[in-house]
């Protein structure tokens, strides 16, 4: 069964970078389209990009076009999130998300704080 688990996330100020790391185990990631989503305290998940699994093709949230930008390391069966020009709107818990099929497995999130 395969596990994810979000790393890479902490406290950065306004217009830092930061970049988030899913790693799989039990099973290779290239195998699932993998998507990102945050959480802000007292808000809904959204979506914030994803990329296909055999097409590679990737999709990001308007909130993020230009800012973020999501990749695959198929050595190190990670997805990373490069996370540029943050703000203070980004703060959030983010999580990550295989999905194939009817299947879909989540990480534990990880949190990212924007403040000065």
């Known amino acids: 069964q395969l596990q994810l688990v979000e790393s890479g996330g902490g406290l950065v100020q306004p217009g830092g970078s930061l970049r988030l790391s899913c790693t799989g185990s039990?099973?290779?990631?290239?195998?699932?389209?993998i998507a990102w989503f945050r959480q802000a305290p007292g808000k809904e998940r959204e979506g914030v990009s994803c990329?296909?699994?055999?097409?590679?093709?990737?999709v990001y949230a308007e909130s993020v076009k230009g800012r973020f930008t999501i990749s695959r390391d198929n050595v190190k069966n990670t997805v990373n999130l490069q996370m540029n020009s943050l703000k203070p709107e980004d703060t959030a818990v983010y999580y990550c998300?295989?999905?194939?099929?009817?299947?879909?497995?989540w990480g534990q999130g990880t949190q990212v704080t924007v403040s000065s």
């Open positions: 990329i296909g699994g055999s097409d590679g093709n990737t």
């Open positions: 998300k295989a999905e194939r099929g009817w299947t879909n497995y």
């Open positions: 039990g099973n290779a990631l290239n195998y699932y389209a």
